[in-house]
């Protein structure tokens, strides 16, 4: 298949959606948890405050 960036756009489109469904119903364990000091929540892309 040829790229073409309306293809890209369409499943792009959707990655948003896709993470939000994937990490819904984790328990804050997995979604608060960060690696190290200003690493980044996986649900809100920013970092995590303890």
């Known amino acids: 298949m040829k790229y073409k960036i309306d293809n890209a756009i369409e499943v792009l489109s959707r990655t948003p959606i896709v993470i939000e469904i994937l990490l819904s ?4 364990n997995w979604i608060y948890c960060d690696e190290a000091p200003d690493t980044s929540s996986p649900l809100h892309g920013k970092a995590v405050q303890k």
């Open 25 to 28: 119903e984790l328990s804050d």
